[in-house]
């Protein structure tokens, strides 16, 4: 069974520029949400979608955005990219919506660099 | 607000050493979920436990074992005879009401062989 694939693994983007990144979930699941990593901020929750609706939304400029297609695959934009925005982005696919049931797994990550 | 601290910003120790890892949490829930996850190199996060508030049994899988203690607040975790390959950061986290994960800072773990 495939895992959680993203893609690209690395990228670097210019500032002011914008970036999509891609998240496929593992086969039959339903839910995805994305999490970015910085070592002064450590791990945090961008957003969760679910059957192609956002459930759930962290704490972060409106720069950043997904959205989810029918076969669950996911993808987030970051607009007018910062030097802040430098970061592993991290995709997490489960069965169903939130990681509480039955747990998340987690993709390789996308590392983003923003020069 | 829900909140996770791993105190231990690095540990580094022998090879065939034991390890315990600490974490403490904060919620107000009475029902939440625990969680601890190993990011190895490659950047992966590789689930190792779940553990719902109801059960505070103690959990042990091979050398990893998982100490859950409600009335101190803490979710630590042992690697018994610890190994190269168990060279990682490690990262705890609680589910908040909203069914997110918080994540803690993590403790990056160095096995000298």
């Known amino acids: 069974k495939a895992g959680v694939t993203q893609t690209p693994r690395y990228l670097i983007k210019t500032r002011g520029q914008q970036v999509t990144l891609s998240c496929s979930p593992i086969?039959?699941?339903?839910?995805v949400s994305w999490y970015q990593q910085t070592p002064g901020q450590g791990l945090q929750f961008l957003f969760e979608?679910?059957?192609?609706?956002?459930?759930n939304k962290g704490n972060f400029p409106g720069r950043f955005s997904g959205r989810q297609f029918s076969n669950s695959r996911s993808e987030m934009n970051v607009s007018t990219l910062e030097l802040g925005d430098s970061a592993l982005y991290l995709c997490?696919?489960?069965?169903?919506?939130?990681?509480?049931?039955?747990?998340?797994?987690f993709g390789s990550g996308t590392r983003l660099t923003v020069v | 607000a829900q909140k996770v601290t791993q105190a231990q910003t690095e540990i580094s120790v022998v090879e065939k050493e034991d390890v315990t890892l600490d974490c403490v949490y904060e919620?107000?829930?009475?029902?939440?979920?625990l969680f601890w996850y190993k990011q190895p190199p490659s950047g992966e996060l590789v689930f190792l436990i779940r553990?719902?508030?109801?059960?505070?049994q103690n959990e042990i899988s091979g050398r990893y074992s998982w100490n859950f203690q409600k009335s101190t607040s803490s979710f630590n975790f042992t690697i018994t005879a610890s190994q190269v390959v168990d060279s990682a950061v490690y990262f705890c986290?609680?589910?908040?009401?909203?069914?997110?994960?918080?994540f803690g800072k993590g403790t990056r773990l160095h096995i000298l062989p």
């Open positions: 997490a696919s489960s069965l169903l919506s939130g990681p509480s049931g039955y747990g998340y797994t």
């Open positions: 086969s039959g699941h339903r839910s």
């Open positions: 979608y679910f059957s192609e609706t956002q459930r």
């Open positions: 919620t107000r829930d009475t029902t939440y979920y």
């Open positions: 553990r719902n508030s109801f059960d505070e």
């Open positions: 986290a609680l589910s908040d009401p909203d069914d997110k994960i918080i």
